[in-house]
């Protein structure tokens, strides 16, 4: 599977966007420009997402070393935030228990005090279990319906009024629809050969402002129009973009982004974003400094390790197979 180096760019942003919409002032509040850049940045990661998981289990449609990789990857940075949160605000079990479980975003919801921004995960997390399924039942050719089911969750989004949402089942279409690239990419159309170079960036406008709630039905083609930006992007873009969304900043920024996101809402809610506006906003600098020290030490001293455990466990489980079935294999000569 060959590595895309301008995706680098689109994780870095979408992180970036999810950062300045949560953390810093974009304007007055009735412009609602924040929402519309976190949501945005939002629709991004959730798009690469589905893209990267489709593209890895269309490739390799062997469950098991899925969940292993994806669960080694986001389970322990997510438990631990999880367990240090629920300490600090002494929350009640059956919270803890629904964010441990990755479903606290399912009403009724059960999100920490500082972590609401991990409904996410949950999203993310009910995404792996239930793609690695479809896979199991079906095998390849039905990673096929994702495509559809993308459909039915924007139609359900559509009859339920949910231009935006934490709940699976009316926000699950932007990983769907990264999904859908992916199944694209595959077959690799002639058609992407004559993309204009310009689009991806007459696309991404159209993503932020498919995250304004002021932009009505336009929101329902929010994960559409990010999974547009995403896919022509890796067909044609400017010399310039392809540089710089595949340029050594842009991929540190990316490797740590899902550090930045984890941390970056628990440490606004400690010293570091308290008090009046003007206190608050001056205190940014150290806010931005702390996430991403934490988050780098967390990618490189934990989540990197337990990575490697989890490939391990895979290559472990893997042989583990291969010898069991030599075993039940009758000798060459009975062949």
């Known amino acids: ?68 990789r994806r669960l080694f990857r986001i389970v322990p940075l997510a438990w631990a935030a999880m367990l240090a949160l629920a300490l600090v605000t002494r929350a009640a079990s059956v919270d803890l228990a629904a964010n441990l479980a990755f479903v606290a975003n399912l009403p009724p919801t059960h999100l920490l005090a500082g972590g609401d921004h991990l409904w996410s995960l949950c999203v993310e997390v009910q995404f792996y279990l239930g793609v690695a399924l479809l896979v199991a039942l079906g095998g390849r050719r039905a990673l096929l319906l994702l495509p559809l089911l993308c459909l039915a969750v924007t139609a359900t989004r559509v009859v339920q009024h949910a231009p935006i949402s934490i709940f699976t089942w009316q926000r699950i279409d932007e990983i769907l629809a990264g999904a859908t690239l992916a199944l694209v990419h595959a077959h690799a ?84 974003g308290s008090g009046g506006t003007v206190i608050r906003y001056a205190k940014r600098p150290l806010l931005f400094a702390a996430v991403f020290a934490a988050a780098h030490l967390s990618t490189f001293r934990f989540e990197r390790p337990m990575i490697e455990r989890g490939k ?14 030599a075993v039940g294999r009758p000798p060459s000569s009975l062949r």
């Open 1 to 68: 599977m060959q590595r895309i180096p301008i995706l680098d760019g689109w994780r870095a942003l979408s992180i970036l966007l999810v950062l300045a919409g949560h953390l810093l002032p974009l304007g007055p509040h009735r412009w609602a420009l924040n929402g519309a850049a976190a949501a945005s940045g939002m629709a991004l990661f959730f798009t690469l997402s589905g893209f990267l998981i489709t593209q890895f289990l269309w490739h390799r449609p062997d469950v098991t070393p899925f969940l292993i």
């Open 189 to 272: 159309p002639r058609w992407t050969e004559r993309l204009p170079a310009l689009l991806p960036l007459l696309l991404l406008p159209l993503v932020v402002a498919a995250a304004h709630e002021a932009s009505g039905a336009l929101q329902y083609a929010r994960p559409y129009l990010a999974a547009a930006a995403v896919g022509c992007s890796i067909y044609a873009a400017p010399a310039w973009m392809r540089r710089l969304f595949g340029s050594a900043p842009a991929r540190y920024v990316a490797e740590v982004s899902y550090a930045v996101y984890v941390f970056h809402v628990m440490f606004a809610a400690t010293w570091l």
């Open 312 to 325: 391990r466990l895979e290559r472990w489980l893997v042989a583990q197979r291969a010898r069991s079935q």
